[in-house]
């Protein structure tokens, strides 16, 4: 589905990612994980059309989506949850939800989206004429989730969705990410909290200093005695 090829990107004269490969299946559930600083989040700003690629290609189902502008990217069945939320503080929860559906092929299933989402995140329904910049940290990712979700992608990109929030509301974020892959979206997360995203991975990617250094199933990589020290705490 998604094909990264020999990404390069860059902030300036500053390489951040360099020479990296993966790739997304169908329906397929992958993780990027790494410590902070190690090119996570420009990787799938890149991806995402948000960053510029100073070398290599990023293709969905074969289609160049170098030329493509980034908010045209729904159209092509992209959805992304960016770090930090970027929800519009001073409209409603629904408004902020129905940003999400603003191209037509998603705006024909607005109401039924919105039943979706409010499955989803039954709080989401309780606050939909409350300010999104209310609501507290766990719920406006539980929004930016939902915003992601109303434009009905076929994948799913995740930048860092547990960043800030207390281990119970970590959890349950993790919970509905497994779920909207077992509804059948193709998700491309990426976490600094490792333990967390394995879990749930159907396979993962390692990225150091903006270079991919593992790669393969989450039980593999969980046997590595440097993986284990490095990112797992264990001996």
């Given amino acids: 589905m998604l094909e990264v090829e020999h990404l390069e990107v860059a902030h300036g004269d500053a390489v951040a ?3 990296v490969s993966l790739s997304v299946g169908d329906r397929e559930l992958v993780t990027v994980v790494g410590p902070n600083g ?21 293709r969905l189902e074969g289609i160049d989506l170098a030329p493509i502008a980034a908010h045209e990217l729904c159209r092509h069945g992209i959805a992304l949850v960016p770090e930090g939320r970027r ?17 037509l092929p998603a705006r024909r299933f607005r109401r039924d989206s919105l039943e979706r989402v409010y499955a989803i995140f039954p709080l989401l329904r309780e606050r939909r004429r ?3 910049g209310v609501l507290s940290g766990g719920q406006q990712q539980m929004l ?3 915003r992601a979700l109303m434009a009905r992608p076929r994948l799913l990109l995740l930048d ?29 997360l990426v976490e600094q909290n490792i333990t967390q995203a394995l879990a749930i991975a159907a ?15 989450p039980s593999a990589l969980a046997q ?3 993986i284990r020290q490095a990112y797992l705490g264990q001996p």
Wanted: glycine share 10%; charged share 15%.
């Fill in 130 to 132: 409350q300010w999104a």
């Fill in 144 to 146: 930016a989730i939902g």
């Fill in 203 to 217: 396979r993962a990617y390692i990225l150091e200093q903006g270079r991919i250094v593992a790669e393969g199933a």
């Fill in 38 to 58: 190690a090119g996570k989040t420009t990787l799938i700003n890149a991806i995402a059309g948000l960053l510029p690629i100073r070398a290599g290609t990023v």
């Fill in 160 to 188: 860092e969705p547990s960043l800030g929030l207390a281990p119970a509301l970590v959890d349950h974020v993790f919970e509905v990410i497994a779920g909207i892959h077992a509804e059948g979206v193709a998700v491309l």
């Fill in 224 to 226: 590595d005695a440097r």
């Fill in 17 to 19: 990612v360099w020479d």
């Fill in 87 to 103: 929800l519009f503080p001073a409209m409603t929860v629904e408004e902020n939800l129905e940003i999400g559906c603003y191209a």
